[in-house]
């Protein structure tokens, strides 16, 4: 049988699923990410899969029972979007506080209002500050790879992961995907251990204590650190993925960067975009590039700084706001990660995409010719511009 | 049957050191009620004074598996624990029987819980939901809840000189649970602890999810005596007042029917949150109406179920 299958984005991580068999997957509707849960039932109850699935009357109950399930020491996955992981935020935080691995397949929706159902960053980027390691993917393979992938990072480094796909964009687009066998899934996984359980009744511990002034700094610090230090961590698991499972992943996608004058910085599915069109110009002799960070967090700052610094000009595309005036999640990322450093291209913000209006290679193109242009003057404002916007 | 004698060589599965108030009423239901489970139970508690005194790091209160997740998902968060218990059964990683036990204050469980226990129950898992009722959020500093009673000055719903403290009626979450086609759902109080502890054994061994909603005396809440929380719970059985009873496979069983019922004020007027009601009998007169009402009602579940 033929490993390469054309599936969407929601069921290839619906495969990926099935691949792993979690022992316990606690999971609510919402467009455009339920299929996965959908598919997955009927994987349960088609008995391909062991899992215990838990179909909660929420959100904010699917994400709790995650947590139980996942402090008895369980495999542990579920799958939302938008306003489902907006209901998840506060339960977020404390997936992330109690080191408890876990995997979100989280299909990026814009949030309300205006209630819309299509993509943009805002629901992912809300939750950017949980203690979360997020992880964005460009198409289906990526979706798959990097599921599979999550599970690992999570149980190895004890931070709950959420991969992501862009809505309706990879969602619900049908392509090409190279799938694992489900041997090669299960031995690269391997066998879930946790050090402590609360179903370990012999040794019965206490998990979400009341922590006040003179302890709550001391482990939140600890967590930071740990943060830190699972950026190299990360990196040694993208190596070990592409060893094992054959694949040629970074944790950054350089594209054309080594002689690049102006280079594009995007999440997701919009990175596939600019790079054809950063093709095309290519051919016509333009030094143009594309930089697309896998993973927003940890934010991999002086990994993005050594690939960038030596452009003219960066223009940054953000599929999200933060409203405070000063752009993007991605922008104001990338403009502190090169605070004091020697070099400084320009950099400009680009505001794309908003409940899912379309980008095209035009409107890129657009983009192009206005970092040229701004890094060409002497303005360092407006750095922020509002693109695809009727007048 | 169940002797005290019986209950204190099982051991502190709850021990003493917790920081919770002298005559707490809340502390006790969990010392009966681990009593009762025994060992190889796995609790999950809500956000709320019971958490919060027993488990400040370092210090655990607790001699059994204790998770606390946040306010309002003590019920989903124990669904996935037993969850994943059920998954080590389906992969036969293990073969020991472990009670699931779930529990919450009426905060936690009449207001910002209700939709994840309901979700709970509805699904069918196997646990059993302790409410510890003490009639307002006495956490955060005694606010009204839904299981407030009628007429209790709390401190958002004070005392005043226009409005004489909560103007409605409590919520019958005992019911609501019955609603749920629960295979058991009972209610108790501490001055009947061998009732309460029957009624855990009972639940526990239950296939399927199962409600006890326990009246939890609260000295400082309520405004009483330390010493009068027994007294207190007493009280409100023998005034109908809190009826203890139990759903059990469809039937209603009222388990205590006072033979002499006392009249609603000895109950009322032990507490600081009834005292400005002594100026107000219309208002006694309708709690006492509401309260013989839902006694009467219960008689009628009880007759008509047999």
Same mark, same amino acid.
Not at chain 1, 40 to 45: E, P, Y
Not at chain 1, 147 to 158: C, D, G, N, P, Q
Not at chain 2, 4 to 26: E, Y
Not at chain 2, 54 to 69: D, E, G, K, Q, R
């Given at each position: 049988?033929?490993?390469?299958?054309?599936?969407?984005?929601?069921?290839?991580?619906?495969?990926?699923?099935?691949?792993?068999?979690?022992?316990?997957?606690?999971?609510?509707?919402?467009?455009?990410?339920?299929?996965?849960?959908?598919?997955?039932?009927?994987?349960?109850?088609?008995?391909?899969?062991?899992?215990?699935?838990?179909?909660?009357?929420?959100? +904010?109950?699917?994400? $709790?029972?995650?947590? /139980?399930?996942?402090?008895? *020491?369980?495999?542990?996955?579920? @799958?939302?979007? #938008? &306003?489902?992981?907006?209901?998840?935020?506060?339960?977020?935080?404390?997936?992330?506080?109690?080191?408890?691995?876990?995997?979100?397949?989280?299909?990026?929706?814009?949030?309300?209002?205006?209630?819309?159902? +299509?993509?943009?960053? $805002?629901?992912?980027? /809300?939750?950017?500050?949980? *203690?979360?390691?997020?992880?964005? @993917?460009?198409? #289906? &393979?990526?979706?798959?790879?990097?599921?599979?992938?999550?599970?690992?990072?999570?149980?190895?480094?004890?931070?709950?992961?959420?991969?992501?796909?862009?809505?309706?964009?990879?969602?619900?687009?049908?392509?090409?995907?190279?799938?694992?066998?489900?041997?090669?899934?299960?031995?690269?996984?391997?066998?879930?251990?946790?050090?402590?359980?609360?179903?370990?009744?012999?040794?019965?511990?206490?998990?979400?204590?009341?922590?006040?002034?003179?302890?709550?700094?001391?482990?939140?610090?600890?967590?930071?650190?740990?943060?830190?230090?699972?950026?190299?961590?990360?990196?040694?698991?993208?190596?070990?993925?592409?060893?094992?499972?054959?694949?040629?992943?970074?944790?950054?996608?350089?594209?054309?960067?080594?002689?690049?004058?102006?280079?594009?910085?995007?999440?997701?599915?919009?990175?596939?975009?600019?790079?054809?069109?950063?093709?095309?110009?290519?051919?016509?002799?333009?030094?143009?590039?594309?930089?697309?960070?896998?993973?927003?967090?940890?934010?991999?700052?002086?990994?993005?700084?050594?690939?960038?610094?030596?452009?003219?000009?960066?223009?940054?595309?953000?599929?999200?706001?933060?409203?405070?005036?000063?752009?993007?999640?991605?922008?104001?990322?990338?403009?502190?990660?090169?605070?004091?450093?020697?070099?400084?291209?320009?950099?400009?913000?680009?505001?794309?995409?908003?409940?899912?209006?379309?980008?095209?290679?035009?409107?890129?193109?657009?983009?192009?010719?206005?970092?040229?242009?701004?890094?060409?003057?002497?303005?360092?404002?407006?750095?922020?511009?509002?693109?695809?916007?009727?007048? | 049957?169940?002797?005290?004698?019986?209950?204190?060589?099982?051991?502190?599965?709850?021990?003493?050191?917790?920081?919770?108030?002298?005559?707490?009423?809340?502390?006790?239901?969990?010392?009966?009620?681990?009593?009762?489970?025994?060992?190889?139970?796995?609790?999950?508690?809500?956000?709320?004074?019971?958490?919060?005194?027993?488990?400040?790091?370092?210090?655990?209160?607790?001699?059994?598996?204790?998770?606390?997740?946040?306010?309002?998902?003590?019920?989903?968060?124990?669904?996935?624990?037993?969850?994943?218990?059920?998954?080590?059964?389906?992969?036969?990683?293990?073969?020991?029987?472990?009670?699931?036990?779930?529990?919450?204050?009426?905060?936690?469980?009449?207001?910002?819980?209700?939709?994840?226990?309901?979700?709970?129950?509805?699904?069918?898992?196997?646990?059993?939901?302790?409410?510890?009722?003490?009639?307002?959020?006495?956490?955060?500093?005694?606010?009204?809840?839904?299981?407030?009673?009628?007429?209790?000055?709390?401190?958002?719903?004070?005392?005043?000189?226009?409005?004489?403290?909560?103007?409605?009626?409590?919520?019958?979450?005992?019911?609501?649970?019955?609603?749920?086609?629960?295979?058991?759902?009972?209610?108790?109080?501490?001055?009947?602890?061998?009732?309460?502890?029957?009624?855990?054994?009972?639940?526990?061994?239950?296939?399927?999810?199962?409600?006890?909603?326990?009246?939890?005396?609260?000295?400082?809440?309520?405004?009483?005596?330390?010493?009068?929380?027994?007294?207190?719970?007493?009280?409100?059985?023998?005034?109908?007042?809190?009826?203890?009873?139990?759903?059990?496979?469809?039937?209603?069983?009222?388990?205590?029917?006072?033979?002499?019922?006392?009249?609603?004020?000895?109950?009322?007027?032990?507490?600081?949150?009834?005292?400005?009601?002594?100026?107000?009998?219309?208002?006694?007169?309708?709690?006492?109406?509401?309260?013989?009402?839902?006694?009467?009602?219960?008689?009628?579940?009880?007759?008509?179920?047999?």
């Amino acid at each position: 049988m033929s490993n390469i299958v054309a599936k969407t984005g929601n069921e290839a991580m619906a495969e990926a699923m099935r691949q792993i068999n979690p022992d316990v997957v606690a999971a609510y509707p919402i467009t455009p990410a339920t299929e996965i849960v959908q598919i997955f039932s009927t994987f349960v109850n088609d008995g391909k899969v062991d899992t215990i699935f838990v179909p909660t009357e929420s959100e +904010h109950s699917a994400i $709790s029972a995650c947590i /139980g399930a996942a402090a008895g *020491g369980a495999r542990v996955m579920t @799958s939302t979007s #938008s &306003q489902g992981l907006a209901l998840m935020h506060e339960i977020l935080y404390i997936t992330a506080g109690l080191r408890l691995p876990m995997v979100i397949c989280e299909v990026n929706r814009a949030l309300s209002a205006p209630i819309n159902i +299509h993509c943009d960053h $805002s629901d992912t980027m /809300g939750s950017r500050d949980a *203690g979360w390691i997020q992880i964005f @993917s460009e198409d #289906s &393979q990526e979706a798959y790879d990097q599921t599979i992938l999550a599970m690992k990072i999570s149980e190895e480094l004890f931070f709950p992961v959420m991969v992501t796909t862009d809505g309706f964009i990879i969602s619900h687009a049908m392509s090409r995907l190279e799938v694992f066998d489900d041997k090669e899934v299960q031995s690269y996984v391997g066998e879930h251990k946790t050090p402590y359980n609360v179903l370990d009744i012999d040794n019965p511990i206490t998990v979400g204590s009341l922590v006040l002034q003179d302890y709550y700094m001391e482990i939140k610090t600890q967590q930071a650190h740990e943060m830190m230090k699972a950026k190299e961590k990360i990196k040694e698991l993208y190596a070990d993925f592409n060893k094992k499972m054959k694949r040629n992943y970074s944790i950054i996608e350089e594209y054309f960067m080594e002689d690049a004058e102006f280079a594009i910085v995007a999440l997701g599915s919009t990175a596939g975009t600019a790079r054809y069109l950063c093709e095309k110009l290519r051919e016509k002799g333009e030094k143009v590039g594309v930089v697309k960070p896998r993973i927003f967090r940890p934010f991999f700052a002086p990994e993005m700084v050594a690939i960038l610094e030596n452009v003219k000009g960066i223009a940054v595309l953000d599929r999200s706001d933060m409203m405070s005036s000063t752009g993007g999640h991605l922008f104001n990322e990338l403009k502190s990660s090169f605070y004091r450093n020697s070099k400084q291209p320009a950099m400009k913000d680009y505001i794309y995409g908003l409940g899912g209006r379309d980008i095209t290679v035009g409107d890129i193109e657009n983009v192009l010719k206005d970092i040229k242009d701004f890094s060409n003057s002497k303005e360092t404002t407006p750095d922020v511009k509002y693109i695809t916007v009727r007048e | 049957m169940t002797t005290i004698k019986d209950l204190a060589n099982k051991g502190n599965l709850f021990t003493q050191g917790h920081r919770a108030c002298a005559g707490c009423g809340g502390t006790v239901i969990l010392r009966l009620l681990m009593a009762a489970a025994g060992k190889d139970t796995v609790v999950v508690g809500a956000t709320g004074c019971m958490e919060v005194v027993s488990t400040i790091y370092p210090y655990t209160a607790w001699n059994v598996p204790f998770l606390h997740n946040a306010f309002e998902n003590s019920a989903a968060t124990a669904s996935g624990v037993e969850s994943a218990y059920r998954a080590l059964l389906k992969r036969k990683k293990t073969d020991k029987k472990i009670n699931f036990i779930a529990f919450g204050g009426d905060g936690g469980t009449y207001d910002i819980g209700i939709q994840s226990l309901s979700g709970a129950m509805e699904r069918g898992h196997n646990l059993l939901y302790v409410c510890y009722d003490n009639g307002a959020y006495m956490n955060t500093g005694i606010q009204r809840s839904s299981a407030t009673p009628m007429g209790s000055s709390t401190t958002t719903s004070p005392a005043g000189s226009v409005v004489k403290g909560k103007m409605q009626n409590r919520k019958d979450l005992t019911e609501i649970m019955v609603a749920h086609n629960l295979k058991y759902a009972a209610q108790a109080s501490l001055s009947n602890w061998s009732d309460f502890v029957s009624k855990v054994e009972k639940a526990l061994a239950v296939d399927g999810p199962t409600f006890i909603n326990v009246l939890s005396p609260c000295p400082l809440g309520w405004g009483y005596d330390t010493s009068l929380s027994i007294e207190l719970s007493r009280l409100a059985v023998e005034t109908h007042f809190w009826p203890v009873y139990e759903y059990e496979d469809g039937k209603y069983k009222i388990n205590i029917k006072p033979k002499q019922v006392k009249p609603l004020e000895d109950f009322l007027f032990k507490q600081a949150r009834f005292k400005h009601l002594k100026n107000e009998p219309e208002l006694v007169e309708e709690i006492k109406k509401s309260v013989e009402e839902k006694w009467n009602c219960l008689l009628q579940k009880e007759s008509s179920c047999k």
